[in-house]
């Protein structure tokens, strides 16, 4: 095995190798305490020092170094070494490691990443019930970025409500929604999902009523062409604050937060998106202008200019209600709506069918989209009278 200017040396295999010739970073996993996968039993013994010192290096009774950030030189059988800048955290609950490789020098003889590419979007999931968590995911993910097909989505996405009102498993379907538009998009690179979660929950995807897979798990979605790195809060790392720090080394295509808690967390993640970064988190608000509200008062937006900072930030704001159906109410954080918020405030938040709609709005927008088979528009329509009778509520109770 090579070792390039003595630092540490990693050798896998082809299949292994799955990132981007754009951004020159390459992702592979390993699970703890183990080498690398399609590392042979012929493997060195500097290669077992050097993974049993990174695994102890990420060790959470040392928290001094929760992530290794330094030279390495990466090579495949028959290919030279790539001097890399390598960041490496721990993922799945301490069962993997996540490694993003930056890469310094490419020889001529091999011009990009080798592995697979990520050439066609998700295939539709099996459910069961209309209409489908997909159907609103893909219309959120078309009303929120209309454009992204055109360019990368970025920004924060904030899925609020109460408990049981399925904003987790929309939140998901949005985010695999605009995952599997990239992969449509941009056939050089696997889309990088990083989630930080507590704990873990299950990314579950469905082929068939009785075919479930779940996307966390890096050979599954490694098949499905995603890379997915999923960060356990206490086990794989601190807190928020530290996932973003090593997410913004990780490329990521999507960052999911589930459960935001503690308010001054928003800071941080809206601090991410503004970054160009995508965000998508979830958290516990009554409604719309409660969710925009609490988000202001944690970023201490008190002045006009303050609150066209933080909130420039959020892409889009999604209150759920489930009550036998999905009923959505969404602020879209477009131009008009930032300069409302600016000089009216929070008074602005209020449905007016343009960049905040109410529910029976956003029903009546998705069932003009031609996506909709015709047993998810006749569930759609049925919900109509639920919808305007919660919209007549909350506007009371403004």
Same mark, same amino acid.
């Given at each position: 095995?090579?070792h390039?200017?003595?630092?540490?040396?990693?050798?896998?295999?082809e299949?292994q190798w799955a990132m981007?010739?754009?951004d020159n970073d390459l992702?592979?996993f390993?699970?703890?305490?183990k080498? *690398?996968?399609? %590392?042979?039993?012929?493997?060195? &013994?500097?290669l $077992?020092?050097f993974v049993?010192?990174l695994?102890?290096a =990420?060790s959470v009774?040392?928290?001094a170094k929760?992530r290794?950030?330094?030279?390495i030189?990466?090579?495949a059988p028959g290919k030279?070494?790539?001097?890399?800048?390598a960041n490496?955290?721990r993922?799945?609950a301490?069962?993997?490691l996540?490694?993003?490789f930056?890469?310094s020098?490419?020889?001529?003889?091999?011009?990009r990443?080798?592995?697979?590419?990520?050439?066609? *979007?998700?295939p %539709?999931?099996?459910?069961?019930? &209309?209409?489908? $968590?997909?159907?609103?995911a893909?219309?959120?993910?078309? =009303?929120?970025?209309?454009r992204?097909l055109?360019?990368p989505p970025?920004?924060?996405?904030?899925?609020?409500g109460?408990?049981?009102?399925?904003?987790?498993?929309?939140?998901r379907?949005f985010?695999k929604?605009l995952l599997?538009?990239?992969m449509?998009?941009?056939n050089?690179?696997?889309p990088?999902?990083?989630t930080v979660?507590?704990p873990?929950e299950?990314?579950?995807?469905?082929k068939t009523?009785s075919?479930?897979y779940?996307?966390?798990d890096?050979?599954?979605?490694?098949k499905l062409?995603l890379?997915?790195?999923a960060r356990n809060?206490?086990?794989?790392v601190?807190?928020?604050k530290?996932a973003?720090?090593?997410a913004?080394?990780?490329?990521p295509t999507?960052v999911?937060?589930?459960e935001?808690r503690?308010?001054?967390e928003?800071k941080?993640i809206?601090d991410?998106?503004g970054?160009?970064?995508?965000?998508v988190a979830t958290?516990?608000?009554a409604?719309v202008r409660e969710?925009v509200?609490?988000l202001?008062?944690?970023?201490?937006?008190?002045t006009?200019?303050e609150r066209r900072?933080w909130?420039g930030?959020i892409?889009?704001i999604?209150?759920?209600?489930?009550?036998n159906?999905?009923?959505?109410?969404?602020?879209v954080?477009?131009p008009a709506a930032?300069?409302s918020l600016v000089?009216?405030g929070?008074s602005?938040v209020?449905?007016?069918h343009?960049?905040?709609?109410?529910?029976?709005?956003y029903?009546?927008?998705?069932?003009?989209?031609r996506?909709?088979?015709?047993?998810s528009k006749?569930?759609?329509?049925?919900?109509?009278q639920?919808a305007?009778d919660?919209d007549l509520q909350?506007?009371q109770?403004?």
């Open positions: 095995m090579d390039t200017d003595s630092i540490p040396s990693i050798e896998c295999s299949n981007t010739d754009r992702t592979f390993w699970e703890k305490d080498l *690398p996968v399609g %590392v042979t039993s012929t493997t060195n &013994s500097e $077992n020092t049993k010192g695994n102890e =990420l009774g040392n928290p929760h290794f950030d330094g030279n030189s990466l090579s030279d070494p790539l001097k890399c800048r490496i955290v993922c799945n301490g069962q993997a996540s490694a993003t930056r890469v020098s490419r020889p001529e003889s091999n011009p990443p080798l592995g697979g590419e990520a050439t066609n *979007p998700l %539709v999931e099996y459910e069961e019930y &209309s209409p489908r $968590n997909q159907d609103h893909v219309g959120l993910s078309k =009303l929120i970025f209309p992204a055109d360019a970025h920004g924060a996405v904030v899925f609020s109460a408990t049981n009102s399925k904003k987790s498993a929309i939140a379907s985010v929604a599997s538009m990239q449509t998009k941009n050089k690179r696997y990088h999902l990083v979660e507590e873990i299950l990314w579950s995807y469905k009523k075919d479930e779940d996307l966390s890096p050979e599954v979605s490694a062409g890379c997915v790195t809060i206490g086990a794989d601190f807190s928020i530290d973003l720090i090593d913004r080394r990780q490329t999507c999911f937060i589930g935001v503690n308010p001054e928003w941080y809206l991410f998106a970054s160009g970064h995508l965000v958290t516990h608000a409604s969710t509200a609490r202001m008062a944690a970023c201490e937006a008190n006009p200019a900072q909130a930030y892409r889009g999604i209150h759920l209600k489930y009550d159906g999905i009923l959505p109410s969404v602020w954080g477009d930032l300069n000089s009216v929070l602005s209020s449905p007016n343009t960049y905040h709609h109410g529910r029976l709005s029903i009546d927008w998705l069932l003009k989209q996506e909709l088979d015709a047993t006749k569930a759609l329509t049925a919900q109509r639920k305007k919660i909350e506007l109770q403004q």
